[in-house]
């Protein structure tokens, strides 16, 4: 039976990746390029973060479309992501979403470039905007860097890299999730509050929101690590255990796990209760993370 959530993102989606595909097909650059580039952004998947922008500014009865560049930028960034954690000098795996990694179809000097691409464009995407102000540009690209460098995504993962054979406590496997996918998910909400005008009171309210959603969505990641279907998922499971990798269920136990995962969504929900807004689909999306199987 169809949600409102369901029929939000699907709509959503669409629109989103047609933005996308525009996108590319304006670039200026070597065909392989793009198609490498391409292939990566068009492989699938909820497009997660650009729906809680987009499910922000619905919260303030606004359009949504009104974050779709800022939306495209953050793809574009998550999936450089992606294609450069797939390599076989990070995670080396070879499927994606069910289809064969980028470096695996275009080699991998193809894949870094293609990598490089999506991030650098990404901010020339929200800079060359027509839609935002000046000080919104500012703003979005600001804390877009944050979210997706060394005090972000980049550091998380450095971080991440640095726990491999080690038993990590709880609060250094907190930094790092907090950092390497807790930061651009924060960044979606943020964006979405900030270009709807939300209050500093509701921006803090926000961001605890995405903080907790943030930290939910990677316990989950690790709990379909061990019980998960590798049809749905897309990739292997069981690499995390392979990789000597600290997760919380092998700090907290499977049952350990599922429980702070509850309680980081019960966090979240009460977070958003404080921003006064129709968050309805705010809170959908909260108990969709905590709940996918993929």
């Not at 390029?33 to 922000?56: E, N």
């Not at 919380?248 to 309680?263: D, I, N, R, S, V």
């Amino acid at each position: 039976m169809e949600t409102q959530l369901s029929r939000f993102m699907k709509t959503h989606k669409e629109k989103l990746e047609a933005e996308l595909r525009a996108i590319i097909s304006a670039i200026t650059a070597p065909d392989l390029l793009i198609q490498s580039m391409d292939y990566s952004l068009q492989a699938g998947g909820k497009r997660l973060r650009p729906m809680l922008l987009f499910a922000t500014i619905a919260a303030f009865r606004q359009n949504p479309l009104i974050g779709m560049e800022a939306a495209a930028a953050l793809e574009m960034i998550h999936t450089y992501s992606l294609i450069h954690d797939d390599l076989p000098s990070m995670d080396d795996d070879d499927l994606r979403r069910g289809k064969p990694t980028n470096h695996k179809v275009f080699g991998e000097a193809t894949a870094i470039l293609a990598g490089d691409a999506l991030l650098t464009y990404a901010f020339q995407v929200v800079a060359q905007s027509k839609v935002y102000t000046n000080e919104q540009k500012v703003w979005l690209i600001n804390w877009l860097s944050q979210a997706a460098g060394p005090a972000g995504m980049v550091g998380g993962q450095m971080a991440d890299m640095e726990g491999e054979n080690k038993r990590l406590a709880l609060e250094e496997l907190e930094y790092i999730h907090k950092h390497k996918t807790g930061k651009l998910l924060e960044f979606s909400v943020m964006a979405g509050a900030f270009l709807s005008g939300a209050s500093e009171a509701q921006l803090q309210h926000f961001q605890t929101y995405a903080n907790h959603i943030g930290l939910a969505f990677q316990i989950q990641d690790d709990i379909l690590d061990v019980e998960g279907s590798e049809e749905k998922i897309g990739k292997r499971v069981g690499s995390d255990v392979n990789k000597h990798k600290s997760t919380y269920p092998a700090l907290l136990t499977l049952a350990g796990a599922k429980e702070k995962l509850q309680e980081h969504v019960s966090e979240a929900l009460q977070a958003i209760e404080q921003t006064n807004t129709n968050a309805e689909l705010l809170k959908d999306l909260a108990h969709l993370i905590a709940n996918r199987d993929q």
